[in-house]
């Protein structure tokens, strides 16, 4: 724009030509916030008062295709409002993105091609584009000519936003985990003509055509060809080509949906497992478990569950943790590491989880099979705190492990000294037999880092504790699994031993 005078002369035109007061403020790239949030009167007062011209406006607006005038409607904004609060999702931030119809590039397009065309406004010499890192010197393309008038749906965003915040009590923020999302349709007759869907990628062309066949709704199409609409408009030289095929969308409807949408939760903490025939999942083809497949209705993940829903509500649970013992190991110590995702958790964020942690093994002393650290306690995180994923995962692969063994012989040993000479000793393990039908097979170099005897308990068994590299097979290393894990422990002690109980005493891992 030349200078204010220019302005004016813009929004002259624009008042005249039958936009909503919106439209009339987007279209001159008004950015004070305050009077595009202002009732609708006050702007038809100010635009009156700038132009010198009657405002007159028929309710059916060409430039927004009547979502503006929609948003300023009381009973939309009480509408969001409390669809928002009646989610019954816990939050004191939140943030607003409104989606609009990719058809609106089309039709900014052409205002803004009738105006350049009636001199009504210039294009600078030198324009800028926003990218991630800040503002750039620009090319002159529909796509950053188009910055120079601002979207319907930031519009859309200045009329609810400043209405929404101080309804709701909660601050605006960009990295709040809890978003809300309008997405506004335009139930028309506006097709682009053929032509236009003939030059579509390959891609968004068999996507259309797909979605043509199980006669899915118009807003699914709108959405699909988003991106694809703006290519268009950004090689399509002759905007009034596409005048036409907008003028004739007179009857229109605004319809929206609203989708309020909060990441996923984490609670952190150690888990122990006293007795043996527990999965910690009761997913059976992540499970070690090898006997059969019978769905298993106790793992530690089944357990926890419900505890947790006692104290909080989400609808999805799912425990992810640092590495996996067998079915048949427990898990003493201090526990095993874990996170427990709680997806749409409505009100983790406020809980005492040290008290939740209490109250759960309180509830699991009952059957004493299962507990959690009560050092470790149960702590809360944001799924942004992406570290706690990281270290839970460098846990399984990177550090070490303590594990304690009932080991069985056939022959009596004579000689446990051999143990002794165990030090940082480096294995070439091939995947075990017992899981070579769900895990690659390939050969992984792991560490026994020591070996201490505890105690003979008769001639044929003994016991032992093993501190290894994370990841190692145990078991294998034991009874060599017919030499597939080299060097193995019954070759080291030249008898065939075979562990009769295994338990995990230690996973090394900051928690
Ligand atoms: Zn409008």
Redesign the pocket.
Known sequence: FKDDQTKIELLKNLVGQN?????CL?LINWQNISLCASPIDVIKMTLQNITGIEFVFNGE?????????YCTTEQFKQEVKSKIIDSGFEFDEYLLTVNTPPYLIVSDAVLFDNLLKSNLITIPNEITAQTPYGHKKSEKTMKSLLELIMP?KKMAKFILGPWLTPQLGARVSFQTPFKCEIEFFIDCQLRLPEDFYKNLSKFTRRQRNQSIKKQESEAKDNQMLGAEVLKLVHSHQNFQDLNQYLEQAIEFEVKTTLSIYREVVFITGRYLKLQRGIAQTGDMEESDEDEGAQKLDYSVERALEPLFRKHCEFEKFILTASGREDIDVRMMGRGRPFIAQLERAKNAQSRDWQQICEEVNLDLAKDLYIKLDPEASLKFYEKGDNWVMMELHRGSTEKTKNYRAVIYSAEAIENYDLLKDIIELKLQQKTPLRVLHRRPLLTREKIIYSIQFVKELCDNYFVVDIHASAGCYIKEFVHGDFDRTQPNLSYIMKKQLEIIQLDVMGVDCVW
């Open positions: 936009f909503c007061p919106h439209c987007r607006c060409k430039g927004c295709f009547n979502i503006l005038p319907v």
